[in-house]
Structures are given as structure tokens and as C-alpha cells.
């Protein structure tokens, strides 16, 4: 049994986390800050790292407690004598000052222990969350699409590190659309979750919202889809804006959030599945795999189940958004194919999968 721990620190998520055989999480522990950035509507690039900072070494300290091992102190047994084969970390894409707490903390653990250090493309990463999904491994070739808040990509995996980059976003990633939508309608941040909420009362036909087909490609489009809800939202004048003038109060129609979330929710996922499968089929893929944060959308997983002739995976909830499970994971089939990391590792704010 091959143990890894995962350390990510990539976004507003403070993360470590011990795998067996990158498929069996031991530990997995997420110390959020989503609740510290909600008051500036979006992640605060400087707040995160600080944040990161003082949660990095309790984080650390509780994944390998909870797997069951001692934190290497003098004295002590070793990590390496406990089963720890390697320390992987986040080392892009993602913000800087963030990947730089992570990567520091990575390279100190593995230095002072005696370890192999491994460096893990976070999107890389969130497709290994398919790994970590008891039951056989997904099977190879296979198309994944990663969509997060920074990601919108149609990935094409012959085998374990080898991708294609069949398409991706153009402008905003379906994530960052989803926030920003979000933020239109005054819904909390994250978007995702607010929308997917709001969406539950809403009609997802009451707005004719356009969907960017962009035939004969495989990348996307979601900015023309939020100036369409802009331009909606902008009919409606909201409520605490009613003012009294000589001829009466302004006319005044309350912003339908439901329906404008529905109809948005509905228009973003159409495209995905559509596009995901096409590809699927196109590629002859054996599996179409979901990943990152927006893969935790309720109607994206059933919609995309239910219309794609190839079978479909996606990782649990937990599992779609950051964690440390996943760079574990990906960690160790890197580690596998003997790809270590130097002391020299730095961090790349805007690594990509495929250079
Ligand atoms: O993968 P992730 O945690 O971080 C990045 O690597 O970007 O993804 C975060 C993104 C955010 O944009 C968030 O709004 C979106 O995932 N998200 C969702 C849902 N849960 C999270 N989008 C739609 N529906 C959800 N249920
Ligand atoms: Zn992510």
C-alpha cells in the first residue's frame, strides 16, 4: 500500500489529506474560507493567503491524525517509517500567494522528513477525484469535462498523464459565470450553490436565455449568456429602489430570482451535456467523466446521466470541490509514473494541463 499525502491551497481552501493507492482516502480535511470572502462577494487574493497561513499546519497535523499517524515530531516515529511514501502538492494553476503557502508547506514536510516531493496541476487533480469513487477505475479513453471556477475544458485521456485538449471555454469559465450570475441576482457567493437553490421555485422556461452552440468546436461560451440575464435583470427595478414622485410611486416588478436562476441553470447545463456528449461519442470514449466544482450541480449530473449514451461518472459532492483527496490521488499516479518534483518547485498561477 502506497500512501501519499495532498496538500492544496490553490484558491480559498485550505486542504491535506492521505490516500492509499491513489484510490482509498484514509483522511480528507477542507478548512474553508468561504464565509471570510462571502463580505467581499468573491475570494480575496490577500485574505487567502494570510488565511492559508494560519490554517496550513492544523489542517496538516488533522489529516495525518485522523489516518492514524503520528506528525513525524523528534522522537518519533518517521513519516516515511509510518507509511508515508511521498508529499504532493498543488504548485498551479490558481493564485499565487495561495499556491505559495501550499508549496512551502509541502517542501518543508518532505525536506525535513526525508520524502519525495511531487508537484500536481490542480486540474489534473480535480479529474483524479473520479479515482477516489469506490468500484472499478474509470475506463480508458475517456473525455472529461473539468468545470470549475476557473476551468471550462473538454479533456480527451488515452491513458493515465496522457490528455488531449479537445475544446474549452472562450471567455468565462462556467463556474465564473455561475458567480457572476449569481452576484446579479444578490444571491450570496459562492453562485453555484445559491443558483442551483434559488433555481428550486424558478420556472426554467420562463426566460428565453441563448445558448452558444459554436458548432464544429468543442469550446464554449458563457458570456453572451450573462449579459442576456444582465439585460433582463435591468427590466426590473428592485424593490428598495421604489421611490415616491409626483405622479405616484415608480412602477415596480419585483426580479424574479427563481425563474431568472432556473432559466440560467438550465441554459448553462443544456450546453454542457450537449457539447460533453457529442465528444463522448465523437472520441469514442469509454466513460465521460464530470469534474471540479461545478460538476456538483444537481441538474448537470442528472441531465448529463440521462442524455449521454456513453456511461457517466462524477465524483461525490465532496469530492467535486477543492480537496486534497484528489492531489493525493493524482499525486500517486504521478509518483507511479516516477514524475518527482525538485527543491526548485515553484508555483505557476497559470499552469495548464496541456502546454
Ligand atoms: O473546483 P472549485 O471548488 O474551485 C476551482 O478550482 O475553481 O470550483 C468552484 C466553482 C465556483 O464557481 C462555484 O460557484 C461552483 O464551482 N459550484 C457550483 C456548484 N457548487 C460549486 N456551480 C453550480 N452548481 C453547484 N451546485
Ligand atoms: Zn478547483
Redesign the pocket.
Known sequence: MTLILGIET??D?TAAAVVADGREIKSSVVASQVDIHRRYGGVFPEVASRQHVLSILPVIDQALHEAGIVSGEEGGPSLAEQGIAAVAVTYGPGLAGSLLVGVNAAKGLAWGQGLPLIGVN?IEA?IYGNWLVDGPPPEFPLVCLVV????TELIQMADHGQYRRLGGTLDDAA??A??KVGRLLGLPY????S??EAARDGNPEAFKLPRAWLPGTHDFSFSGLKTAVLHAVQKFVPRDDMRSSAQGPTVVRELPVADLAASFQAAVVDVLVEKACQAAEEFGARTLLLA???A???LLRAEIQRRCPVPVRYPPLSL???NAAMIASAGYFNFQAGRQAGWDLDVLPNLKLIA
Open positions: 490553490s484558491c481552501e490542480h480535480h470549475s471556477g476557473g476551468h463556474g465564473e455561475f458567480d459562492p453562485g453555484g450553490p443558483i442551483q471540479g466544482g461545478v456538483a450541480n444537481e467535486c470541490t477543492d
